[in-house]
């Protein structure tokens, strides 16, 4: 393990993604149908929310797993030529993870292989066996369920460590939302999209009339509920405040990978100790750039590009705080 201190461990899932562009609905039994575009890219949450913290500068671990494979090597090979430090991905018998990505721009579908995605939990024992580092982010808390299982006894020591933490979870694809309850109160951050908030919501039995409310019912369980609302923006939501960004609509390419591009910028903005609203206007505008290219890294801003981005701040909304 390195002795390096990091500024964030992501704690995620590491996989190539296939995305396929243009008339990608399936239609079984008809003619071959013609592409766009079909490239292979680097893949999972975790892998892209690390990548897009390498690019704005950040110095950034991933504890992942892949297999001895050439999706594995290849996937390696993309995270340390965008800056990954790699020293805690390790190579396990699974066959690595892959998603195959269907896009129309706006909005996309996936088709996963857990494979190695779905990691044995790190044995640590004690604060002293977290890596040394200011912030641990967790992704896909519902293709990782042996992490997912074992972090209620390792967030503990993570707190105790002095590391803030965030949580990624996704949509659960069986829809049932095990162990969230369990967890919501050891983590400072929860990063839902919209739907991932109401759902997370109904899961511990609240059926809020609209997306605030769900975010406050999460928020009452502990954490500082941030959640990305598309061309909507987002809304920041903890015990005592709500704070709305209606950030910048862009006409995408691509939309995979931008909530992790999102969920990127603001962990680096709060590192950075940038109030809240700030945080959320970049984290805002980090999403929207990333959706300019195919795949999930390609169009991740660096720190300069973000910045330039939201210079002309005169003109754009001002954050609504209730």
Known sequence: MTTEPFDVVVLGEANPDLVLRGDVVPRFGQSEQLLDHADLVLGGSGAITAHALARLGVRVGLMARVGDDVFGAETVRLLRAGGVDCSLVEVGPEPTGLSVVLSDGSARATLTLVGAIDAPAPEWRTPADVPPTRHLHVSSFFLQRRRAAALPRMLPLVRAAGVRTSLDTNLDPEGRFPGLAEVLPLVDLLLPNAEECRASARALGVDAADLVGAARALAARGPTVVVKDGADGALLVGADRVVHEPGTPVEPVDTTGAGDTFDAAL??????????????????????LSTRRSGGTAGQPTAAELDAALAPTATRPVPHRS
């Open 267 to 288: 962990v680096a903005a709060l590192l950075e100790g940038r109030p809240e609203a700030e945080a959320l206007a970049r984290a805002c505008a980090a999403g929207a």
